[in-house]
């Protein structure tokens, strides 16, 4: 079975713990001209099931439908599946909690499958590491997000095959691309626990925290207090 507005409201109501208990956009804004980065569609146009957008429709006016202004974010959407909506908000001025879509809830992190096995934990979407301060801090990520956000994946993917499978694909893609810069994966296990996965074996172990890259827009500042695990 396909999603359904149903899965969606169950999926909301499931997924509500925050990545942390800092306001990360305070950290990011600044070098975006004051907006969050993954709240401009100029860095990222989000996109949501035809089911999630119907859901959003009957709860919210905060969202409408995204309308390509430029060459690149035709290109972007170019390849987008069928079923899925492009999508912006009314800014990050306005956003409600409760009405932001799965992949804001998520962000900057998608589900990590090792091949042929099931999800092993959080990883993050790596190319906004730059413009990304969760991504340099990556000991600030709360366990109960952790778990919440594997749950609400886990049960859109017993109803979703082609979501489950674009995030077994996308985990071998990160696979291959730190595998080539010789980097190994920072990966938050299904509990919160800190593990990295190797470049060319594609091990999982156990990691401390100390050993996730910090990109050097961020390398500067003190690493931000842990959460308590
Ligand atoms: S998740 Fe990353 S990009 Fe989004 S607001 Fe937080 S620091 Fe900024
Ligand atoms: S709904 Fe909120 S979190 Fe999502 S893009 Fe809009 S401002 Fe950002």
Redo the contacts with the bound molecule.
């Keep these: 079975m396909a999603g359904s507005i149903e899965l969606y409201r169950r999926l909301y109501d499931l997924f509500l713990a925050p990545v942390s208990r800092y306001d990360c ?1 305070r950290k990011c804004a600044p070098l975006n001209e004051g907006i ?1 980065v ?2 401009d569609t100029g860095h990222a146009i ?1 996109l949501v099931d035809k089911h999630e957008w119907q859901l959003l429709k009957s709860r919210t006016d ?2 409408r439908l995204y309308r390509a202004r430029d060459a690149d974010a035709k290109k972007e959407l170019a390849d987008k599946h069928r079923d899925c909506r492009a999508v ?5 001025r ?4 409760d ?3 799965i ?3 998520a ?1 900057p992190f998608f589900p990590y499958f090792p091949r042929n096995k099931g999800v092993a934990g959080l990883s993050v979407f790596w190319s906004f590491e730059d413009r990304c301060w969760v991504q340099s801090n990556l000991q600030i990520v709360e366990p109960e997000f952790v778990k919440e956000c594997i749950a609400a994946f886990e049960l859109l993917f017993e109803h979703d095959k082609a979501e489950r499978d674009a995030n077994y694909e996308f985990s071998g893609t990160i696979r291959r691309a730190f595998t080539r810069m010789n980097r190994i994966i920072p990966l938050i296990g299904r509990n919160g626990e800190f593990l990295a996965v190797e470049p060319g074996t594609h091990r999982i172990r156990t990691a401390s925290w100390r050993e996730y890259r910090r990109h050097e827009t961020f390398r500067d500042e003190k690493p931000a207090a842990p959460a308590r695990r």
């Design positions: 956009g969050p993954c709240c989000p905060l969202w912006e908000c009314k800014g990050f306005h956003c409600e909690r009405n932001r879509s992949a804001c809830r962000f």
